[in-house]
C-alpha cells in the first residue's frame, strides 16, 4: 500500500497513487526492512525536476515494475528540498561511488541505511548501453541473495569513509587571490564562468561586486557586468514574465533547464538590485522589478510565503509553457507585430520541433511597441497549461527571498516588496517556529511540516529578521534573529566546528557538514553572514567569534574553487571594508536609502526610533530633533550626519 496520502511534501504526493508501495523516510520503514530482510530502495527527487518525472513515468508507474519493486524491495521516497540533510548523504555516496550525481538519485541501502549501490536515472528499457531500471532490480535482488557478506561490507565501508571526510577549517581567505582566479574562469565571450551547462552565478557576482566597491577592481565590475548583462536577455530569462529558469544548457545562456526556483530568484533579485546600487544601469533596474513582480504574482502563497518552485514541464513536454513557435507568433499578433518580435526575440528554431525560447539580446527600438506585445504575448501564453507548482514554503529559501526583497523595496522605493517580505516573515516566525524555539524547516497551507530545519534554514531566516529590523526599526524582528543564532551556537556547533544538522535532529548514518556554495549557499556561509551581521548590532565578541569559526570553513574552498564559495567570499569582502555599522535615530527613508545604497553591501543597518532596544542604538539620539546617521565601527562612530547627501559622501571610497 502506497502511503504517502497524508505527506506535507508537493513531491510526495505526486508519487500518492504510485502502485510503488512507497513509505516516507522513517524509523518504520527501515524496521520494515529489517523484517522482512530485503534492501531499500530509497528515491530522492523534487517536484520540478524534469528527469525525475520521466522516472516515474516509466518506471513507478508502471504496474510490473513496481509489484518487482513491492515483493523484494521497502521503497522510500524523499524530496530533497524537505530533507537536504538525507539528500546530502546519499549525494555523497552516489557521487563517491559513481563519479556524478544528479536527480532522481537511485540509492540501495542495507536496513541499517548503509548504501551499496548508487545511481540516478534509469530508463524503463535498457537504452544507449544503460541497464533498464528493472535490470538494476533484478541484479541487486540476486547479489542481496548470493552475495550478502560482500554488501554489509561495501555498505559499512562507505560509511565510514564518508563519515571520516572531515571539512578542516583553513587560513585567513586571500580575497584578491580569489578574484584573479575567477578571472581565469571567465568566458570572456558569452560570459560567466565555466563551460556548459552554466548555473547563474549569483554568489560569485555578490563577491565581485563587493570586491570592486572595496578595490575599485575594474576587472571584477566588468564581469559582474558582462554575465548580468548575458543572463537577461537570454533564453534563461522569461522575457514575458520575469524570473529566471535553474541554468542554461548551453554555454550562450539560450536555452533553460526551464524550472523556475525560488533561491535562484531570489539571490538574483539581490544580485540585480547591488549592481544597480553601483551601476545605476537601467536594465538592472528593469529586471529587479519585472523579478520581484514575478515573485509577488507567481510564488506567493496565499499565506503569504514563497513556494518553492514552478515545474519545467507541462502536458509531459519540458518548456512547453515558454516556447514559441513563428505561426504561434503570428496567431496572437498581427503579421507586422510578429515579424518585428520574431527578428527581435531570435525565433529561430533555438529549442525543440521549430520552437524557439524568446530572447531580447538588444533593447527594441521601440520600447512601447514591445510592452504592447509583451502583454499580448502573456495573455495567449495563459491559454496554455499552467506549470505545477510546488507550494511548500521552505524556510532558508524564504529567508533568502525577504532579504532580497526587503532590500530591493528600500532601494526602488516599493513599500509593496517590503510588506511581501514582512508578511513572509511573519509566515515562518508564526508557523515554522514551535513553542521550544525549534525551526522547522517547512510548511504547506499555513501547516508545518515535520522535518527539523538545517543549518541553512536557521541562519538565512535570522539574517532576513535582521534585515527586516534594519529596515522596519520593529525590534521583535531582533529578538528572533538573536534566539534563532543562540539556538545555532548551541545545537549545530561542535569543536569549533559547524554541522548542517542539530544535535538534537534524528541520528543518521554519519553528521553532514559541508561548506560549498551551490546553487544556494551553504548553511556555514550563511552562518557567517548572520552572526557578522549581529556582532555588528551588539558587539559581542562571542558572535564575533562564531562568524569567524563559520568562515573559517570556508577558507580552503575559497583558496583552491571559489566558484564554490561565493558566500563565503561575499562576507569576507564586507568584513574586509570595516566590518562597518550604521545607526539611522528616527524615521528618515532618505537616509536609509543613502546608506543602503552607499555603504558595502552587507552593512549592519539598524533604523527606527530613539531608544529602540538595539545595543548599536544605545546613546544614538536625534540631532536638533532631526533623524541621523551614526557610522561606526566596532561601535566607535563617527560624528552624526543629518543630510543624505553628507553620509554618501562619508561611505563613498576613496577610489
Not at 565581485?208 to 558582462?226: E, F, I, K, P, W
Not at 522547522?440 to 534585515?467: N, P
Amino acid at each position: 500500500m502506497n502511503r504517502l496520502a497524508n505527506a506535507t511534501s508537493p513531491y510526495l504526493l505526486q508519487h500518492k497513487d504510485n502502485p510503488v508501495a512507497w513509505r516516507e523516510w522513517s524509523a518504520a520503514a527501515f524496521a520494515e526492512a529489517r523484517e522482512r530482510d530485503v534492501p531499500v530502495f530509497l528515491s530522492v527527487g523534487y517536484s520540478a525536476c524534469h528527469w525525475c518525472h520521466v522516472m516515474a513515468h516509466e518506471s513507478f508507474e508502471d504496474d510490473a515494475t513496481a509489484a518487482y519493486l513491492n515483493e523484494h524491495f521497502v521503497s522510500i521516497k524523499v524530496d530533497r528540498e524537505e530533507r537536504p540533510d538525507v539528500d546530502a548523504i546519499y549525494m555523497s555516496a552516489t557521487v563517491a561511488m559513481t563519479g556524478h550525481g544528479g536527480w532522481p538519485m537511485s540509492v540501495f541501502l542495507t536496513p541499517d541505511a548503509e548504501p551499496f549501490f548508487c545511481g540516478t536515472y534509469f530508463p524503463g528499457e535498457p537504452r544507449s548501453g544503460m541497464a533498464s531500471f528493472r535490470q538494476v532490480l533484478e541484479s541487486l535482488v540476486d547479489a542481496w541473495r548470493t552475495k550478502r557478506d560482500q554488501i554489509d561490507g561495501i555498505g559499512r565501508r562507505v560509511v565510514e569513509q564518508l563519515g571520516a571526510q572531515q571539512h578542516q577549517p583553513g587560513e585567513a581567505i586571500d580575497l584578491d587571490r580569489a578574484a584573479a582566479l575567477l578571472q581565469v574562469d571567465f568566458d570572456p565571450v558569452d560570459a560567466g564562468f565555466g563551460s556548459a551547462p552554466k548555473f547563474p552565478p549569483s554568489m560569485v557576482l555578490d563577491f565581485l561586486l563587493r570586491h570592486h566597491r572595496r578595490t575599485g577592481s575594474g576587472d571584477a565590475l566588468a564581469m559582474v557586468a558582462q554575465t548580468c548583462d548575458r543572463m537577461a536577455r537570454g533564453g534563461m530569462y522569461d522575457q514575458l514574465a520575469g524570473g529566471f529558469a535553474r541554468y542554461s544548457v548551453d554555454g550562450q545562456w539560450v536555452v533553460p533547464h526551464f524550472e523556475k526556483m525560488l533561491y535562484d530568484n531570489a539571490l538574483l533579485l539581490d544580485v540585480y538590485t547591488h549592481w544597480w546600487t553601483i551601476s545605476a544601469d537601467p536594465l538592472a533596474r528593469r529586471i529587479v522589478e519585472e523579478t520581484a513582480d514575478f515573485l509577488l504574482a507567481e510564488l506567493r502563497t496565499a499565506e503569504g510565503g514563497f513556494a518553492s518552485a514552478l515545474d519545467a514541464d507541462t502536458e509531459g513536454e519540458e518548456g512547453k509553457y515558454y516556447v514559441w513557435a513563428p505561426e504561434q507568433l503570428h496567431d496572437a499578433l498581427t503579421a507586422d507585430d510578429a515579424k518585428w518580435v520574431i527578428d527581435l526575440c531570435d525565433v529561430t528554431g533555438t529549442f525543440e520541433h521549430g520552437s524557439s525560447v524568446l530572447q531580447l539580446r538588444q533593447d527594441p527600438d521601440d520600447s512601447d511597441r514591445w510592452q504592447r506585445i509583451r502583454a499580448t504575448l502573456r495573455e495567449a501564453r495563459r491559454t496554455r497549461t499552467y506549470p505545477g507548482r510546488d507550494d511548500k514554503v521552505v524556510a532558508a529559501w524564504n529567508g533568502l527571498a525577504i532579504t532580497a526583497l526587503a532590500r530591493a523595496g528600500v532601494v526602488f522605493d516599493k513599500p509593496e516588496y517590503v510588506e511581501a517580505a514582512t508578511n513572509a516573515a511573519r509566515l515562518v516566525r508564526d508557523v515554522h517556529l514551535d513553542e521550544s524555539g525549534r525551526l522547522h524547516r517547512t510548511s504547506r497551507d499555513d501547516v508545518r511540516g515535520t522535518a527539523h530545519g538545517v543549518l541553512e534554514d536557521y541562519a538565512a531566516y535570522a539574517q532576513a529578521c535582521l534585515t527586516l529590523l534594519g529596515v522596519t526599526g520593529d525590534v521583535t524582528w531582533f529578538d528572533t534573529a538573536k534566539g534563532l543564532l543562540d539556538r545555532t551556537l548551541e545545537q549545530f556547533v561542535a569543536d569549533a566546528s559547524y554541522y548542517d544538522t542539530a544535535a538534537d535532529a534524528e541520528e543518521l548514518v554519519w553528521r553532514p557538514q559541508d561548506p560549498t556554495d551551490n546553487a544556494s549557499p551553504s548553511g556555514v556561509s550563511l552562518a557567517a553572514e548572520a552572526f557578522t551581521t549581529l556582532a555588528s548590532l551588539t558587539g559581542s565578541v562571542r558572535y564575533e567569534t562564531a562568524a569567524e569559526q563559520a568562515l573559517s570553513a570556508s577558507a580552503t574552498i575559497a583558496d583552491r574553487a571559489p566558484r564554490f564559495a561565493g558566500r563565503a567570499l561575499a562576507v569576507a569582502e564586507t568584513i574586509a571594508s570595516g566590518p562597518l555599522e550604521i545607526a539611522i535615530t528616527g524615521r528618515s527613508a532618505d537616509l536609509l536609502r543613502t546608506a543602503l545604497i552607499t555603504a558595502p553591501w552587507g552593512t549592519a543597518i539598524v533604523h527606527g526610533d530613539p531608544g529602540l532596544a538595539v545595543p548599536l542604538m544605545d546613546g544614538r539620539g536625534l540631532i536638533d530633533g532631526k533623524p541621523a546617521a551614526y557610522v561606526c565601527q566596532k561601535f566607535t562612530c563617527r560624528l552624526p550626519i543629518v543630510l543624505p547627501e553628507d553620509l554618501r559622501r562619508e561611505l563613498t571610497p576613496a577610489h
